[in-house]
């Protein structure tokens, strides 16, 4: 196996691992067209980011904390 194939192979462990306590939001993420994990990482990192933000303002829906 070449140096490439190695290394994206350790990049999808490290997201499986990352993506693990979030299994059931990244299986409905990956039912929108082009969303594959990393897609699903970076909005699921994203969201949390700004979670802090709407609990703040009081807009953050129920659940989703």
Do not use: F, H
Request: glycine share 6%; net charge negative; aromatic share 6%.
């Amino acid at each position: 196996m070449g140096y490439l194939e190695e290394t994206i192979e350790e990049l999808e462990k490290q997201i499986d691992q990352l993506l693990s306590p979030y299994r059931k939001e990244v299986e409905l993420l990956d039912g929108i067209p082009g969303v594959n994990k990393a897609a699903a990482l970076l909005l699921l990192r994203r969201w949390r980011l700004i979670c802090p933000y709407l609990s703040q303002l009081n807009i953050l829906p129920l659940g989703l904390v």
